[in-house]
């Protein structure tokens, strides 16, 4: 009796280890996925943020462009204005001194 006693409380012990071992590799493996959703997840936001930088710095580059095109064009208009403005100061400079002639 004393025998059985001891094996009921060996095979309790037994059945009470390996439960515990299963119980702790199935949360092991169920916090192993978490884990790995949670970097998924936040993998997946820090892409999509790189991403809308990325867009961004596309758009920037394009708006540069544009700025530069337009200082050009600026910057070419502003010399035929000035060569114009030269050209009618000449022309003013000749009608004063034919004035002048005139006048003498």
């Known amino acids: 009796m004393l025998l059985m006693t001891i094996e009921v409380a060996l095979l309790i012990s037994a059945v009470s280890l390996a439960f515990g071992l299963y119980k702790g590799i199935a949360d092991s493996k169920r916090n192993h996925k978490k884990d790995v959703q949670d ?61 002048k002639i005139l006048a003498e």
Do not use: F, P
């Open 39 to 99: 970097d998924t997840s936040a993998l997946t936001t820090v892409i999509v943020k790189l991403e809308t930088i990325s867009n961004g710095v596309t758009e920037i580059k394009s708006e540069m462009n544009n700025i530069k095109s337009e200082l050009k064009e600026s910057r070419e208009r502003i010399i035929k204005v000035e060569e114009s403005s030269k050209q009618a100061h000449k022309r003013l400079d000749s009608l004063e001194s034919r004035q």
